[in-house]
């Protein structure tokens, strides 16, 4: 029994003294809306600091508590009362002969110093326009996708992105009505 208590205080006076000091963490939101925390930094997160509350860094405090540091608002540039992606909807499906309408919801307008870099999978879309704010795409394969934009001020390099969204694209089945041959 004196082993087990003593293994017991070993393992309390460790807990103590690694939860001593102030941590400091990260929070930050994916573009699929899941919510992280870590302890190495990430562009765009928010540093939490937490803190044992207590003079001597072991109990009397309330232990919990952080402090956060503010983050950067979006530049006054930047700011929109509508900032979405419209089309397509979230978690819409499309078969594979379909045409995938793309579409960002942006209010006020697009300045002219102003330009947008499209998404698809995190990788750029290459063969957009800068100031296109709707295509399509088309043949895409079989697969789930997730589009985003990326509002971009070209004098004063701030950025700013849209949640993504994702959708599917399906293959019809060869069991399926519109494949039978009358």
Do not use: C
């Amino acid at each position: 029994m004196q082993l087990w208590t003593a293994r017991l205080w070993i393992a309390l006076g460790l807990f103590a003294a690694f939860t001593a000091g102030a941590a400091v963490i990260y929070k930050w939101t994916d573009a699929d809306g899941v919510v992280h925390f870590s302890d190495q930094a990430v562009p765009g997160a928010e540093k939490i600091v937490t803190s044992s509350g207590s003079a001597n860094g072991i109990g009397g405090g309330v232990r919990g508590q952080a402090t956060t540091t503010p983050t950067k608002a979006p530049p006054i540039g930047l700011e929109y009362s509508v900032f979405q992606i419209e089309a397509p909807a979230k978690e819409q499906v499309f078969f594979a002969d379909e045409i995938v309408p793309i579409r960002l919801g942006l209010e006020p307008a697009l300045k002219p110093n102003q330009s947008i870099t499209w998404h698809l999978n995190g990788a750029p879309l290459s063969d957009q326009a800068p100031d296109a704010t709707a295509f399509a795409l088309q043949n895409l394969a079989r697969g789930t996708y997730a589009v985003a934009a990326t509002v971009t001020d070209l004098v004063s390099g701030e950025s700013r992105s849209t949640d993504s969204v994702t959708f599917y694209v399906r293959q019809p089945s060869e069991l399926s009505p519109q494949h039978k041959k009358p």
